[in-house]
């Protein structure tokens, strides 16, 4: 399975205790999971970037995700893990515009030419604020 398939794969967990041996909480390991999610996505964005311009802007765009996220692998406060992640997301978005990839099960996009929502969603408002 290729690495945006995988659902996992990774080194094995070695217990609730961090380096210092202070024991981790819940936040540390649901933040542990979005950097993750965020890493294969990047990684899955670039390569269907490759695939989408093969000029080797995908393959740049992957050695550098590789890089910043080894670059802050040691370890950062949790203040800075929020900010990273948010800059991770814009990058995301940018990596997905720039190969013209389209977010699968995204609900971005998705009206018919006559304006009409393919997914059949219907209004824009919540069903208890009708009058």
């Known amino acids: 399975a290729t690495l945006c398939a995988a659902g996992g794969g990774g080194r094995a967990m070695r217990g609730a205790a961090g380096a210092g041996g202070e024991v981790l909480d819940l936040r540390y390991f649901v933040r542990r999971a ?16 490759e695939r989408a311009r093969g000029d080797g802007v995908g393959r740049d765009a992957a050695a550098q995700v ?29 990596l997905r515009s720039l190969g013209g990839v389209q ?21 824009n408002e919540w069903p208890w604020q009708r009058t």
């Open 103 to 123: 977010v699968p099960g995204s609900w971005k996009g998705s009206r018919d030419e006559d304006g009409a929502d393919e997914r059949g969603r219907v209004g």
């Open 34 to 49: 979005k950097v993750l999610r965020q890493y294969r996505q990047l990684l899955c964005a670039a390569r269907a970037t």
């Open 66 to 94: 590789r890089s910043e996220f080894r670059k802050y692998q040691a370890g950062v406060d949790r203040h800075m893990v929020a900010v990273l992640l948010r800059d991770g997301e814009r990058q995301l978005d940018a």
